[in-house]
């Protein structure tokens, strides 16, 4: 009875799973801070996402941790970064998995900020370009989502005109379109060897307090040409997806953040929760809240639950 009138089903079809690559072969290093996440060598990256494709999951989102790193992030748009690398080889060999780039600078750059810096800020405006160059060398590469991460402004026009002008007008743009500024990216920096060197992320991330800016973010992103606009950190910030999803009328996406992952690993692996039903609710309530796709490291262990 409870399953005939349920009102939210999670489905595996909602589901992308974030991976990390790195150069090398055969490297297959779990994460510290994330258990049963790990560091992927190319190969590797490969066979697990045939693994991915085989439980139903539609799509992989690709981190990648270059082998150099310098003022401007030059590694973002090299077609030899282990990141380009990666998503033309799952896209041969697992054609039918949805393939997302992230594109952001702070794993490249030596300041480990989400752009070019001009003195202590990031220049937004000479960032765009950088962004384009990323972006186009990635849909080269083969990826089929674009998700700027780096929270410049007007990074979605920049990015849609580099796109189509490169014929890549079939390339989706998932927008970080409200990206808050947050204590739960912790792990993700230690897992990416992202930290900023200095200062935080104020400067371009937003104040966790604000939901009418958030409204504003998005509204601009999608005036940009945004197809997906996601909301991030996913689980305290639920009232923000509900009103995302009321006002406007795209798919809306949710980063199940590493944080929140490493939190609930932390518990379970301690014996003082039940993973399995704290992962399943949480998730269950994200979907509740309006959104349509969950992006979370937990996606292969849910997608097995509900295969079964
Ligand atoms: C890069 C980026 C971050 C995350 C995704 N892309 C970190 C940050 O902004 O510092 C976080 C993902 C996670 O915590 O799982 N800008």
Redesign the pocket.
């Known amino acids: 009875m409870r399953a005939l009138v349920r009102e939210t089903m999670l489905d595996v079809q909602d589901l992308i799973y974030?991976i990390f690559v790195v150069a090398g072969e055969n490297i297959r290093e779990e994460i510290s801070s994330?258990p049963n996440c790990y560091h992927l060598s190319v190969d590797n990256a490969v066979e697990l996402a045939k693994k991915i494709a085989d439980l139903g999951l539609p799509a992989i989102e690709i981190?990648g941790l270059p082998e150099y790193k310098d003022e401007i992030g030059s590694g973002a748009w090299d077609m030899k970064s282990p990141v380009q690398r990666a998503i033309s080889a799952i896209k041969k060999s697992v054609p039918e998995l949805l393939i997302v780039g992230?594109v952001?600078?702070?794993?490249y750059t030596n300041h480990g900020h989400?752009g070019k810096l001009c003195g202590n800020y990031v220049d937004n405006d000479e960032t765009l370009k950088l962004l384009q160059k990323v972006a186009v060398s990635q849909a080269a590469a083969g990826a089929d989502i674009i998700a700027p991460?780096?929270?410049m402004d007007g990074r979605v026009a920049a990015i849609r005109a580099a796109l189509d002008e490169n014929n890549f007008a079939n390339v989706a743009i998932m927008s970080?379109a409200v990206?808050y500024?947050?204590g739960?990216?912790?792990?993700?920096?230690e897992?990416?060897d992202?930290?900023?060197q200095f200062g935080d992320?104020k400067q371009y991330?937003m104040d966790c307090a604000n939901i009418r800016e958030a409204l504003k973010e998005v509204a601009l992103d999608v005036a940009e040409g945004a197809d997906i606009i996601m909301v991030?950190?996913a689980l305290a910030y639920l009232d923000v997806v509900t009103r995302v999803r009321a006002e406007m009328n795209l798919p809306v996406a949710v980063?199940?953040?590493?944080?929140?992952?490493a939190m609930v690993k932390a518990a379970a692996l301690n014996g003082w929760i039940d993973e399995r039903r704290i992962v399943l609710e949480s998730l269950t309530s994200m979907k509740r809240a309006g959104a349509d796709i969950i992006?979370s490291?937990h996606a292969i262990d849910v997608a097995n639950w509900l295969n079964k």
Do not use: H, T, W
């Open positions: 974030p994330m981190f992230d952001c600078l702070c794993q989400c991460s780096d929270m970080y990206k500024a947050s739960f990216y912790g792990p993700f920096r897992a990416a992202s930290a900023p992320r991330q991030k950190p980063y199940n953040v590493s944080g929140e992952y992006i490291y």
